[in-house]
């Protein structure tokens, strides 16, 4: 059961890089319209046409990611835990917090330097929020966000052992109240009342996504229950798993039309969360179904942060590379997203490859992180 968390953490980074991947493309097809053909941008003419209903369904079945780390974060907690601990040792929280910290900050700086040396001006102050808020690049906000989990999980372990149905059902209200707060959000439920709470559903924050990491915990520590109740009703679950994609491309398209709104960025709603819960549960019901090249996933799962900090660059400066010197590319989101994803994927690979081999080899840790 332990590799097949690493495999479900290989699907998560690929998730994550799909996701991105899909942003890039909504770009080129509203913002960038202009670089292949005759139009003002932004230009939402091809919004419901199948290559918008394509990465549309890529973006809905893929929004997985983030929770399935946090689910795998949480179960690893547990199994670092000792029998005899009453809770997981802070120095497996130091530990595991220094390999996630410093390459986020050596990541983010030379993100930032990147940004300068094209004509960003940020003061000190600017730079220091940025930082700690994960705003560097859209994807860094998960870094801040699980350093907050792995801070209160030595008080989330002694619940998740003896009390774990009181733990869920409190974290599951805690993620649900951030859940309806964005929807008034999207909405404007309330006319701008809740205005000054908004940032409480910000990703950033570890409310918002305290219950994914709290159920990785309780897995971890009650395996053997959970794997039998998931045995007795996997079918259920692809059968639910798939009612609740569907339902997640309705649901946006609704609240996209709801908020008076051409265009709002993508936020996770109760749909996508529910959908993320099911696609976890089924794809550890059936244990004994590898995936599709099940070692090279667990190799994508084994290097998964180092991917994570350097994919989203590679797909930017790919992306501007083909707005400027292929600009007719950007109309054929096959070609496009091919490209994106690949080169997400094989560049930080290739970068970590030659880290391995080289004599920085003793500084890898520091770079790409465990």
Not at 187 to 194: E, F, Q, R, T, V
């Amino acid at each position: 059961m332990v590799k097949r968390f690493l495999y479900l953490n290989g699907l998560a980074i690929i998730a994550v890089v799909l996701y991105h991947a899909s942003a890039w493309g909504f770009i080129a097809m509203f913002w960038w319209t202009d670089r292949y053909r005759q139009t003002q941008v932004p230009d939402f003419s091809q919004m419901g046409g199948g290559s918008y209903y394509a990465l549309r369904a890529i973006e809905q079945g893929i929004i997985f990611g983030i929770p399935a780390f946090l689910f795998v974060s949480g179960f690893f907690v547990a199994f670092a835990t000792k029998r005899s601990q009453v809770t997981v040792s802070w120095q497996v929280i130091i530990t595991r917090l220094r390999s996630l910290i410093i390459p986020f900050i050596l990541w983010s700086a030379l993100i930032l330097v990147g940004d300068m040396l094209q004509g960003s001006r940020l003061t000190l102050s600017q730079i220091f929020t940025t930082v700690l808020t994960g705003h560097v690049v859209p994807p860094f906000y998960f870094i801040p966000l699980l350093i907050q989990l792995y801070l209160i999980a030595p008080f989330l372990v002694p619940l998740a052992r003896s009390r774990w149905k009181l733990l869920l059902v409190a974290t599951a209200i805690i993620q649900l109240g951030v859940l309806i707060l964005r929807y008034v959000e999207i909405l404007n439920l309330a006319n701008g009342i809740l205005k000054p709470y908004y940032f409480l559903s910000r990703g950033v924050l570890f409310p918002g996504n305290i219950f994914w990491f709290s159920l990785g915990i309780v897995f971890g520590f009650h395996l053997t229950e959970f794997k039998l109740a998931l045995d007795r009703v996997k079918s259920i679950l692809l059968i639910i798993l798939l009612i609740f994609f569907v339902l997640g491309i309705f649901e946006w398209e609704y609240l996209l039309l709801a908020s008076g709104e051409q265009w709002i960025g993508p936020k996770e709603t109760l749909i996508d969360h529910i959908y993320a819960g099911f696609f976890i549960f089924s794809f550890l019901a059936f244990e004994k179904l590898n995936p599709i090249l099940s070692e090279q996933l667990a190799t994508l799962g084994s290097r998964s942060y180092g991917i994570y900090l350097v994919h989203f660059p590679v797909q930017e400066y790919t992306a501007r590379l083909i707005y400027h010197v292929l600009p007719g590319l950007l109309a054929y989101q096959f070609l496009y997203q091919s490209l994106l994803i690949g080169m997400a994927l094989i560049v930080p690979l290739i970068m970590m490859g030659l880290v391995n081999r080289s004599p920085a080899r003793r500084y890898y840790e520091f770079v790409f992180g465990k």
